[in-house]
């Protein structure tokens, strides 16, 4: 294999071709106490996030919306590694991710937390591709808007 | 040869060209420099018999630019930046169509502009790269890009634009992605971009062949 088929292997391992092409929980909630679009204007990509949260515990989440492979398999992941945690373990998973494609730091996680950073592994692929982090992070920051705005349905712009 | 005699062009109160003068002998390549507001393009404009001198004479193998304006055009070849053209047309037509102001006739155009294209590399350059694309599975030439010489946008079909841009970069393709701006307009045709590939003098056909191997990666990739 050339040298762009390596890197892009890399970028678009198996799991993340398999979530682009078949996003989970890909709909939108009936109920839901959260939600937030992310919107990236630069490259089009839309996405909203739903959040049905119950005391602290996140009891559902989903997504809709239009994006590259990069995104949509983001978006997948992340629900599939949301459902069921609290809110604080949320937020410091999307920290462990975020600093994970970006390069940045986030100390040490959490014994509880290593299943899903394994889980979201795949997706650090993008730090090799700049322009395209904002694709794998836009999903996690509407998450985050989701969180602050309940069901006033903010929309977070990145670019 | 080109002489200029103490040629002088006033706009207003200004004077772009105050008593210029100099001659270019028979096949001496000349370079004409300066920096802007110079008078470079009043002086090639005069030269070029499109515009009238306040003072002093220009030649053209002789022809004087303001009385044998049609034996001066005859006689030239003026290549702008943009002046003049016009990119609704495809080389073809644009040739044919500059052939048709020097008079020639309707069936020595075509070997004009045929012989022409093959001079500079661009014989069915467009078409070979429309073609090329068309044929592989799954992609979407967008339709009336054909009628623009140099960029042609394109879809494969399953596949976001973005991650069209990503794969091509890596087989060393450099290509445009997205919206281009016109978000609105996607939305209203239902895609979430396009890909546009540009081609200049630069390139040839391995490029075109190139793109193509991308493309047929890219499908690989994500199709299937």
Do not use: M
């Given at each position: 294999m050339s040298d762009a088929g390596m890197d892009l292997r890399e970028l678009y391992q198996d799991i993340i071709l398999?979530?682009?092409r078949h996003p989970r929980n890909f709909h939108a909630l009936e109920h839901p106490t959260h939600l937030a679009r992310g919107h990236n204007p630069l490259c089009g990509d839309r996405v909203t996030v739903y959040l049905a949260i119950e005391g602290d515990r996140i009891a559902d989440v989903s997504f809709e919306g239009r994006g590259c492979a990069i995104s949509t398999a983001a978006a997948s992941l992340m629900t599939e590694v949301l459902k069921g945690k609290t809110v604080e373990e949320a937020r410091a998973l999307f920290a462990q991710f975020h600093a994970r494609v970006t390069g940045g730091e986030a100390g040490e996680p959490s014994e509880a937390l290593q299943d899903d950073i394994e889980r979201l592994e795949p997706l650090t692929g993008v730090k090799a591709f700049p322009v395209r982090v904002k694709c794998a992070t836009l999903p996690w920051h509407a998450f985050e808007a989701a969180l602050k705005s309940g069901l006033a349905g903010q929309t977070v712009k990145t670019e | 040869m080109i002489a200029v005699k103490d040629l002088?062009?006033?706009y207003g109160k200004r004077a772009a060209l105050d008593h210029v003068s100099f001659e270019v002998p028979e096949r001496e390549i000349f370079g004409f420099v300066g920096p802007?507001?110079?008078?470079?393009?009043?002086?090639?404009?005069?030269?070029?018999?499109?515009?009238e001198p306040t003072e002093g004479k220009a030649y053209i193998d002789g022809a004087d630019?303001?009385?044998?304006?049609?034996?001066?055009h005859t006689r030239i070849g003026y290549m702008p930046d943009f002046f003049g053209v016009y990119d609704q047309l495809t080389a073809a037509e644009y040739l044919d169509f500059y052939a048709a102001c020097y008079r020639q006739p309707k069936a020595r155009r075509k070997k004009i502009a045929d012989d022409l294209l093959e001079l500079v590399g661009?014989?069915?350059?467009?078409d070979q790269a429309v073609d090329t694309l068309s044929r592989i599975p799954d992609v979407q030439v967008v339709p009336g890009g054909q009628h623009r010489?140099?960029?042609?946008?394109?879809?494969?079909?399953?596949?976001?634009?973005?991650?069209?841009?990503?794969?091509?970069?890596?087989?060393?393709?450099a290509v445009r992605v997205g919206h281009h701006c016109a978000q609105p307009l996607m939305d209203k045709?239902?895609?979430a971009g396009?890909?546009?590939?540009?081609l200049g003098l630069y390139n040839d056909k391995a490029d075109i062949d190139r793109l193509a191997a991308a493309v047929k990666a890219c499908r690989e990739m994500f199709v299937r």
């Open positions: 398999d979530h682009g | 002088t062009k006033v802007n507001g110079a008078g470079k393009t009043t002086t090639l404009r005069i030269l070029a018999a499109l515009l630019v303001t009385k044998e304006r049609e034996k001066v661009l014989t069915d350059r467009k010489l140099s960029v042609i946008s394109f879809n494969v079909d399953g596949v976001h634009p973005h991650d069209v841009g990503t794969v091509l970069d890596q087989h060393g393709v045709l239902g895609v396009t890909v546009r590939a540009s």
